[in-house]
Protein backbone atom coordinates (compact mmCIF):
# COMPACT_ATOMS: atom_id res chain seq x y z
CA UNK A 1 0.00 0.00 0.00
CA UNK A 2 2.85 2.02 0.44
CA UNK A 3 3.76 2.73 -2.84
CA UNK A 4 0.51 4.18 -3.30
CA UNK A 5 0.63 7.03 -0.58
CA UNK A 6 2.16 10.09 -0.81
CA UNK A 7 3.75 12.02 2.36
CA UNK A 8 4.79 15.42 2.64
CA UNK A 9 7.92 16.33 5.33
CA UNK A 10 7.86 19.59 6.13
CA UNK A 11 11.34 20.72 6.88
CA UNK A 12 12.28 17.83 5.18
CA UNK A 13 15.59 18.30 3.22
CA UNK A 14 17.77 18.26 6.89
CA UNK A 15 18.65 17.33 10.07
CA UNK A 16 15.74 15.09 11.66
CA UNK A 17 13.26 15.97 8.40
CA UNK A 18 16.01 14.41 5.54
CA UNK A 19 15.88 11.60 7.66
CA UNK A 20 12.53 11.08 7.56
CA UNK A 21 11.72 12.10 3.87
CA UNK A 22 14.61 9.41 3.08
CA UNK A 23 12.81 6.73 5.16
CA UNK A 24 9.59 7.37 4.07
CA UNK A 25 10.85 7.20 0.19
CA UNK A 26 13.07 3.44 0.94
CA UNK A 27 9.95 2.13 2.08
CA UNK A 28 7.91 3.01 -1.18
CA UNK A 29 6.01 6.06 -0.12
CA UNK A 30 5.77 9.16 -2.93
CA UNK A 31 7.41 11.80 -0.71
CA UNK A 32 7.54 15.87 -1.05
CA UNK A 33 10.27 17.12 0.74
CA UNK A 34 9.41 21.05 2.01
CA UNK A 35 12.20 23.57 3.01
CA UNK A 36 12.06 27.21 4.09
CA UNK A 37 14.93 29.10 2.86
CA UNK A 38 18.25 27.26 1.93
CA UNK A 39 17.95 26.95 -1.28
CA UNK A 40 21.60 25.06 -1.22
CA UNK A 41 20.71 22.37 0.65
CA UNK A 42 17.64 21.41 -0.54
CA UNK A 43 19.12 21.34 -3.89
CA UNK A 44 22.22 19.20 -2.48
CA UNK A 45 19.41 16.95 -0.78
CA UNK A 46 17.63 16.29 -4.05
CA UNK A 47 20.44 15.63 -6.16
CA UNK A 48 21.39 13.25 -3.95
CA UNK A 49 18.15 11.35 -3.39
CA UNK A 50 16.31 12.21 -5.82
CA UNK A 51 12.98 12.82 -3.82
CA UNK A 52 11.15 16.31 -5.18
CA UNK A 53 11.92 19.59 -2.89
CA UNK A 54 8.88 22.52 -2.48
CA UNK A 55 10.20 25.62 -0.83
CA UNK A 56 7.45 27.70 0.67
CA UNK A 57 6.56 29.31 4.51
CA UNK A 58 5.12 26.93 6.87
CA UNK A 59 3.79 29.53 8.77
CA UNK A 60 1.77 31.44 5.83
CA UNK A 61 -1.52 29.66 4.78
CA UNK A 62 -1.41 31.30 1.48
CA UNK A 63 1.93 29.67 0.83
CA UNK A 64 0.91 26.23 2.07
CA UNK A 65 -2.27 25.93 0.27
CA UNK A 66 -0.12 26.70 -2.79
CA UNK A 67 2.35 24.82 -2.11
CA UNK A 68 0.67 21.90 -0.75
CA UNK A 69 -1.89 22.43 -4.55
CA UNK A 70 1.72 22.02 -6.16
CA UNK A 71 2.68 18.80 -4.58
CA UNK A 72 -0.59 17.14 -5.37
CA UNK A 73 -0.53 17.95 -8.73
CA UNK A 74 2.92 16.61 -8.95
CA UNK A 75 2.71 13.47 -6.93
CA UNK A 76 -1.45 12.65 -5.91
CA UNK A 77 -3.52 13.11 -2.45
CA UNK A 78 -0.95 13.95 0.17
CA UNK A 79 -2.00 10.92 2.67
CA UNK A 80 0.80 11.34 5.32
CA UNK A 81 1.68 14.33 6.80
CA UNK A 82 4.67 15.05 9.13
CA UNK A 83 4.72 18.37 10.78
CA UNK A 84 8.59 18.99 11.30
CA UNK A 85 9.39 22.23 10.50
CA UNK A 86 11.01 24.16 12.93
CA UNK A 87 12.67 27.45 14.19
CA UNK A 88 14.77 28.21 17.12
CA UNK A 89 15.37 32.05 18.76
CA UNK A 90 16.46 31.27 21.96
CA UNK A 91 17.66 33.74 24.87
CA UNK A 92 16.81 34.67 28.20
CA UNK A 93 12.48 35.89 28.52
CA UNK A 94 13.57 38.78 29.92
CA UNK A 95 15.47 40.14 27.03
CA UNK A 96 13.54 38.39 24.14
CA UNK A 97 11.83 40.73 21.60
CA UNK A 98 8.17 40.01 20.20
CA UNK A 99 9.79 39.57 17.26
CA UNK A 100 11.61 36.05 18.16
CA UNK A 101 8.98 34.66 19.83
CA UNK A 102 6.36 35.34 17.13
CA UNK A 103 9.05 34.22 14.65
CA UNK A 104 8.90 30.95 16.25
CA UNK A 105 5.41 30.64 17.16
CA UNK A 106 4.88 31.06 13.38
CA UNK A 107 7.02 28.59 12.64
CA UNK A 108 6.06 25.86 15.11
CA UNK A 109 2.40 26.19 16.02
CA UNK A 110 1.33 28.27 13.31
CA UNK A 111 2.19 25.54 11.32
CA UNK A 112 0.36 22.92 12.96
CA UNK A 113 -3.09 25.22 11.58
CA UNK A 114 -1.34 26.24 7.78
CA UNK A 115 -0.13 22.34 6.85
CA UNK A 116 -2.98 20.48 7.70
CA UNK A 117 -5.81 22.49 7.35
CA UNK A 118 -5.78 22.53 3.74
CA UNK A 119 -5.26 18.27 3.82
CA UNK A 120 -7.75 17.39 6.63
CA UNK A 121 -11.13 17.23 4.85
CA UNK A 122 -9.33 15.23 1.68
CA UNK A 123 -7.87 12.46 4.28
CA UNK A 124 -11.11 12.11 6.09
CA UNK A 125 -12.89 11.75 2.30
CA UNK A 126 -10.34 9.18 1.81
CA UNK A 127 -10.77 7.45 4.85
CA UNK A 128 -6.91 7.60 5.43
CA UNK A 129 -4.81 10.19 7.11
CA UNK A 130 -1.58 10.19 9.11
CA UNK A 131 -0.37 13.32 11.14
CA UNK A 132 2.55 12.80 12.44
CA UNK A 133 4.51 15.73 14.40
CA UNK A 134 8.02 16.62 15.60
CA UNK A 135 7.55 17.71 19.28
CA UNK A 136 10.84 18.34 21.55
CA UNK A 137 12.04 16.92 24.83
CA UNK A 138 11.83 20.63 25.79
CA UNK A 139 8.58 21.14 24.84
CA UNK A 140 7.82 18.51 27.60
CA UNK A 141 9.99 19.59 30.38
CA UNK A 142 10.82 23.68 29.57
CA UNK A 143 14.27 24.86 28.78
CA UNK A 144 15.89 28.18 30.12
CA UNK A 145 16.00 30.20 27.13
CA UNK A 146 13.45 29.12 25.37
CA UNK A 147 10.21 30.11 26.56
CA UNK A 148 9.26 30.53 22.75
CA UNK A 149 10.05 26.88 21.57
CA UNK A 150 8.89 25.27 24.30
CA UNK A 151 5.65 26.90 24.25
CA UNK A 152 5.24 25.73 20.80
CA UNK A 153 6.48 22.37 21.35
CA UNK A 154 4.42 21.96 23.90
CA UNK A 155 1.05 23.33 22.16
CA UNK A 156 1.71 20.78 19.17
CA UNK A 157 1.05 18.06 21.80
CA UNK A 158 -2.46 20.07 22.65
CA UNK A 159 -3.05 20.14 19.32
CA UNK A 160 -2.69 16.22 18.33
CA UNK A 161 -4.40 15.60 21.42
CA UNK A 162 -7.59 17.18 20.23
CA UNK A 163 -7.20 16.57 16.64
CA UNK A 164 -6.69 12.99 17.59
CA UNK A 165 -10.44 12.60 18.55
CA UNK A 166 -11.90 14.53 15.71
CA UNK A 167 -11.13 12.41 13.15
CA UNK A 168 -10.21 8.91 13.89
CA UNK A 169 -13.66 7.39 13.09
CA UNK A 170 -12.72 8.47 9.08
CA UNK A 171 -9.49 6.65 9.52
CA UNK A 172 -7.54 9.73 10.46
CA UNK A 173 -4.59 9.28 13.25
CA UNK A 174 -2.92 12.05 14.62
CA UNK A 175 0.59 11.21 16.63
CA UNK A 176 3.61 13.31 18.08
CA UNK A 177 7.08 12.16 18.35
CA UNK A 178 9.17 13.75 20.73
CA UNK A 179 12.77 13.67 20.28
CA UNK A 180 15.62 14.62 22.86
CA UNK A 181 18.78 15.54 21.77
CA UNK A 182 19.41 14.44 18.22
CA UNK A 183 23.05 14.24 16.54
CA UNK A 184 21.69 16.81 14.22
CA UNK A 185 23.94 19.84 12.47
CA UNK A 186 22.57 21.96 14.53
CA UNK A 187 23.51 19.90 18.27
CA UNK A 188 26.66 19.14 17.15
CA UNK A 189 27.20 22.61 16.19
CA UNK A 190 26.71 23.39 20.09
CA UNK A 191 30.64 23.76 21.97
CA UNK A 192 32.03 20.49 22.56
CA UNK A 193 32.04 20.59 26.43
CA UNK A 194 28.42 22.07 26.34
CA UNK A 195 27.58 18.66 23.95
CA UNK A 196 29.71 16.33 26.68
CA UNK A 197 27.54 17.92 29.51
CA UNK A 198 23.86 17.29 27.91
CA UNK A 199 25.26 13.85 27.48
CA UNK A 200 26.16 13.22 30.78
CA UNK A 201 22.16 13.79 31.68
CA UNK A 202 21.41 11.24 29.41
CA UNK A 203 21.39 7.56 30.63
CA UNK A 204 22.49 5.71 27.20
CA UNK A 205 25.14 8.04 27.48
CA UNK A 206 24.77 9.39 23.97
CA UNK A 207 22.75 11.44 21.76
CA UNK A 208 20.25 9.98 19.11
CA UNK A 209 20.36 9.57 15.74
CA UNK A 210 18.20 11.24 13.25
CA UNK A 211 17.33 7.86 11.99
CA UNK A 212 16.26 6.52 14.99
CA UNK A 213 13.51 9.48 14.81
CA UNK A 214 12.77 8.55 11.33
CA UNK A 215 11.91 4.77 12.10
CA UNK A 216 9.27 5.93 14.28
CA UNK A 217 7.38 8.18 11.90
CA UNK A 218 7.25 5.00 9.43
CA UNK A 219 5.90 2.94 11.91
CA UNK A 220 3.16 5.97 12.87
CA UNK A 221 2.66 6.41 9.35
CA UNK A 222 1.76 3.09 8.59
CA UNK A 223 -1.09 0.97 8.16
CA UNK A 224 -0.09 -1.28 11.20
CA UNK A 225 -0.70 1.94 13.21
CA UNK A 226 -4.24 2.48 12.74
CA UNK A 227 -5.11 1.95 16.68
CA UNK A 228 -2.75 4.51 17.75
CA UNK A 229 -3.75 7.55 18.07
CA UNK A 230 -3.16 10.67 20.43
CA UNK A 231 -0.09 9.61 21.37
CA UNK A 232 3.22 11.05 22.37
CA UNK A 233 6.23 8.93 21.84
CA UNK A 234 9.12 10.06 23.77
CA UNK A 235 12.28 8.99 22.19
CA UNK A 236 15.17 10.78 24.15
CA UNK A 237 17.33 7.54 25.91
CA UNK A 238 15.86 8.24 28.83
CA UNK A 239 16.78 11.96 29.57
CA UNK A 240 13.34 12.93 30.66
CA UNK A 241 9.85 10.27 31.62
CA UNK A 242 6.58 11.90 31.04
Known amino acids: MAQERVALVTGGTRGIGAAISKR ?10 NYGGNDEAAN ?4 ETGIP ?10 SCEAGIKAIEAELGPIDILVNNAGITRDGAFHKMTFEKW ?23 SRNFG ?7 INGQKGQAGQTNYSAAKAGVIGFAKALAQESASKGVTVNVVAPGYIATEMVMAVPEDIRNKIISTIPTGRLGEADEIAHAVEY ?6 GFVNGSTLTINGGQHFV
Do not use: H, W
Request: with cysteine.
Open 44 to 47: AFKA
Open 130 to 136: RIIIISS
Open 53 to 62: VFKFDVGDLA
Open 102 to 124: QAVIRTNLDSMFTCTRPLIEGMR
Open 220 to 225: LASDEA
Open 24 to 33: LKDKGYKVAA
